[in-house]
């Protein structure tokens, strides 16, 4: 089956976040995807608790993933933190094998467990764009079932988005997030970087080297949840933190 344009435009009338978790999951049951998760603004930085869920995973499955707290080794949410293009459950799983990360025997002992409750083969979509630090998007099958899902992957792909632009409007109605408060150097550093200029043309127009620049919008980044500076720039201006011209 291929996923119809239209059923995906129809998840923009959902008028609720239950609503729109059904018809996700009508959707991926049609596909053959045997359970999904939907998450932004899920805490990495600090213990804000804004992040927002849809989806159909095993309690049981992410009880444990909370208890063992597998998200800051989860190499799947580190790739969606920090890029934008969709993610292998199996070159993870082939990393932790090889022992190329340091966590490895970790990395497989979670993946294990995941294969254990069925979900065994997976991909990710990173989610990034206006009024969300960032997120992701997960479907999964069986290990037996990895070829047929990995190649449904421009169809999950597609549908991440429309989910997420569809979703946006529950999540800001339940996370009333509180601006971090950004130092006023820190603002005037992603105040000029907005307007097109680099660390050194920074730090220059406000009398600080190019290190000391680059320090206050690390800074600044981390405060708003956020890694990179262009990302940096959208979430302060999202916020009304700066107003470059």
């Known amino acids: 089956m291929t996923v119809a344009l239209r059923a995906l435009r129809a998840l923009s009338n959902a008028s609720s976040p239950e609503g729109l978790n059904r018809e996700v999951g009508r959707i991926l049951h049609a596909m053959g ?18 992040q927002f869920t849809l989806g159909d995973y095993p309690p049981a499955w992410v009880e444990r993933y909370l208890e063992c707290d597998y998200l800051k080794i989860d190499p799947v949410v580190a790739h969606c933190h920090d890029h934008g293009t969709p993610f292998l459950w199996s070159e993870a799983q082939l990393r932790a094998r090889c022992a190329v990360d340091p966590h490895h025997n970790l990395i497989r ?6 294969d254990e409750v069925g979900l065994g083969a997976g991909v990710s979509i990173p989610l990034h764009g206006p009024g969300a630090c960032w997120g992701l998007m997960s479907f999964t099958a069986p290990s037996r079932r990895r070829a047929e899902l990995e190649r449904r992957l421009p169809e999950l792909n597609l549908l991440a988005h429309y989910a997420h632009e569809a979703a946006r409007p529950f999540a800001r109605s339940k996370a009333s997030v509180t601006p971090p408060d950004l130092t006023r150097r820190e603002r005037e550093c992603l105040h000029w970087a907005a307007e097109g200029k680099t660390s050194w043309e920074v730090g220059r127009v406000l009398g600080v080297s190019e290190r000391t ?7 600044a980044a981390r405060k708003l949840e956020v890694s990179g500076r262009q990302a940096a720039i959208a979430r302060a201006i999202s916020l009304g933190l700066i107003n470059p011209a």
Do not use: C, G, S, T
């Not at 002992?109 to 995941?114: L, N, Y």
């Not at 620049?213 to 800074?219: E, K, M, P, R, V």
């Open 33 to 50: 995807v045997d359970h999904w998760v939907y998450a932004i603004n899920l805490p990495l930085l600090n213990d804000r608790q804004n």
């Open 213 to 219: 620049a680059i320090f206050h919008i690390q800074n």
């Open 109 to 114: 002992r979670m993946f294990d467990e995941a």
